[in-house]
């Protein structure tokens, strides 16, 4: 990696970078990609994807629409209602 990667990383990051501080990044830089590189190196062969690492199935309920069974203390705080529903002022001519 060489300074102008660097230099360009952190334009595109939106990072201010002094020139004093550009090798300090640039080791930095060197280090997580070493890291990342040590990664390929797992072997995953016969390890499926997984979409969470928790195996847990998830409580599924009926997709019902309800008006929820409480409308005298949703409206209570509403300026104004009517027949249950929310007054609200004409904004539209």
């Keep these: 990696m ?3 990667t660097v230099i360009k990383a952190a334009r595109l990051a ?10 300090a990044v640039k080791s930095k830089m060197e280090g997580i990609i070493g890291f990342v590189e040590q990664l390929s190196e797992v072997d995953t062969t016969g ?7 928790n195996d847990i199935a ?8 309800t008006d ?3 409308p005298e203390k949703v409206l209570k705080n509403a300026p104004e209602s009517q ?7 004409k904004i539209v001519e």
């Design 47 to 53: 390890v499926e994807p997984l979409q969470s690492v």
């Design 83 to 89: 027949e249950g529903f929310f007054v609200v002022s």
């Design 14 to 23: 939106q990072i201010e970078l002094k020139d004093s501080e550009i090798d």
């Design 2 to 4: 060489d300074k102008n």
């Design 68 to 70: 929820g069974g409480i």
């Design 58 to 65: 998830l409580r599924m309920r009926e997709d019902a629409v």
